[in-house]
Each structure stands twice: as structure tokens, then as C-alpha cells.
């Protein structure tokens, strides 16, 4: 048997067998890894395109006649062997850069796309210095003040007078006593 496996007429079919494995795979390899299949690219890009006729919605979400024609033309166009970027700019011209989902990200969109993080960065952080400078400072009902029955009673003197009733009156009538509880008649 090791004979056999020396000898150089079974070297050489070892390597013509490995050859055509080797072959064999690439070739498998290469039929499996193609481009995206066609109607994956135009159900990707038919979620990039807004519907000129439907607010908020893009031409995959869209049921009317213009929306299923938009789909159709893509299709087509990739058929044709169109770029992404050469379907876009054919319906950009055609409906004016409305019909993108997203705005371009560059030129004057690019506000678009730095303004929001910027925003909720600034936000965040006045959110922060406000909350250290309350945990700082003192809360205004940490000192404990007591209203004493002479105080109230003067206070609720001076509310009966601005409101023309007298004092002794209310408590009577089951308005607010002297010390400021009502006395439950209603």
C-alpha cells in the first residue's frame, strides 16, 4: 500500500483530484455569492422612494396606480442594469428630491442630520447642570415655620375684610374658624 502511494501515477491522480475540488468549490463558491437578487434590490430601494400622491408613506407601503407604476420602473431600470444612484437621480428629476425617504446627507440636508444629535447633546447636558444646581442648593421647605393663632387671625381678619364678611360670621355659618379649619356643616 505505500508502495502504491509513492509510485508517480498516483501522486499525479491525487493532484488532478485535488485540482478539481479545489476547481469544483470555487466555482460553487462563485455561483452562490452573486449580487443581491433583483427584487430584493428594488424592494430595498422601493423603501427609499416616497409616493408623490400618498403623504408619509413610500411607494412599497403605497396602494395607488402611481405608486405601483414608481415599482415597476424600478424594476425596469434595474433590469436595464441601473445604478441605485441612477434610479434615485431618475426620480428625484422627475418629482424633486421630496420623493427620498431620507434626505441626502450632504449640502444644506446635512442640517437635517447634525442638528437633532447636537440638540438632544446640548439638552442633556443644561438637563445635567440643572439637576447638580438643585441637589446643590437648599430646598425652600426645609425651614420649618409656624404660623402662630395670632398671625392666622390677623391674616383672616384682613381676608374677611377685603371680602366684606366679618369673622365671626363665618365661623357661625360653618365657614373657616379662626384657626383655619372649616367646621364641617356643609
Given at each position: 500500500?505505500?508502495?502504491?502511494?509513492?509510485?508517480s501515477?498516483?501522486?499525479?491522480?491525487?493532484r488532478?483530484?485535488?485540482?478539481?475540488?479545489?476547481?469544483?468549490?470555487?466555482?460553487?463558491?462563485?455561483?452562490?455569492?452573486?449580487?443581491?437578487?433583483?427584487?430584493e434590490?428594488?424592494?430595498?430601494?422601493?423603501?427609499?422612494?416616497?409616493?408623490?400622491?400618498c403623504?408619509?408613506?413610500?411607494?412599497?407601503?403605497?396602494?395607488?396606480?402611481?405608486?405601483?407604476?414608481?415599482?415597476?420602473?424600478?424594476?425596469?431600470?434595474?433590469?436595464?442594469?441601473?445604478?441605485?444612484?441612477?434610479?434615485?437621480?431618475?426620480?428625484?428629476?422627475?418629482?424633486?428630491?421630496?420623493v427620498?425617504?431620507?434626505?441626502?446627507?450632504?449640502?444644506?440636508?446635512?442640517?437635517?442630520?447634525?442638528?437633532?444629535p447636537?440638540?438632544?447633546?446640548?439638552?442633556?447636558?443644561?438637563?445635567?447642570?440643572?439637576?447638580?444646581?438643585?441637589?446643590?442648593?437648599?430646598?425652600?421647605?426645609?425651614?420649618?415655620?409656624?404660623?402662630?393663632?395670632?398671625?392666622?387671625?390677623?391674616?383672616l381678619?384682613?381676608?374677611?375684610?377685603?371680602?366684606?364678611?366679618?369673622?365671626?360670621?363665618?365661623?357661625?355659618?360653618?365657614?373657616?374658624s379662626?384657626?383655619?379649619?372649616?367646621s364641617?356643616?356643609?
Open positions: 500500500m505505500v508502495g502504491f502511494l509513492t509510485s501515477a498516483a501522486l499525479a491522480r491525487i488532478r483530484g485535488l485540482a478539481s475540488f479545489v476547481g469544483l468549490a470555487l466555482f460553487l463558491l462563485a455561483c452562490t455569492s452573486q449580487a443581491i437578487p433583483l427584487e434590490q428594488a424592494q430595498a430601494i422601493d423603501r427609499t422612494l416616497m409616493c408623490p400622491v403623504p408619509s408613506e413610500t411607494i412599497n407601503q403605497s396602494q395607488v396606480p402611481l405608486a405601483f407604476q414608481m415599482r415597476q420602473r424600478v424594476r425596469d431600470m434595474l433590469a436595464e442594469g441601473a445604478s441605485r444612484e441612477e434610479i434615485n437621480e431618475h426620480f428625484i428629476a422627475r418629482y424633486g428630491e421630496e427620498l425617504a431620507s434626505p441626502p446627507k450632504g449640502g444644506a440636508n446635512l442640517t437635517a442630520w447634525i442638528v437633532p447636537v440638540g438632544l447633546l446640548v439638552g442633556a447636558i443644561v438637563l445635567g447642570f440643572a439637576i447638580r444646581a438643585m441637589r446643590r442648593s437648599p430646598g425652600l421647605g426645609d425651614e420649618d415655620e409656624e404660623v402662630t393663632e395670632a398671625e392666622l387671625a390677623s391674616y381678619e384682613r381676608v374677611d375684610s377685603e371680602m366684606g364678611t366679618d369673622v365671626s360670621n363665618a365661623e357661625s355659618s360653618g365657614g373657616i379662626s384657626d383655619g379649619s372649616g364641617g356643616n356643609s
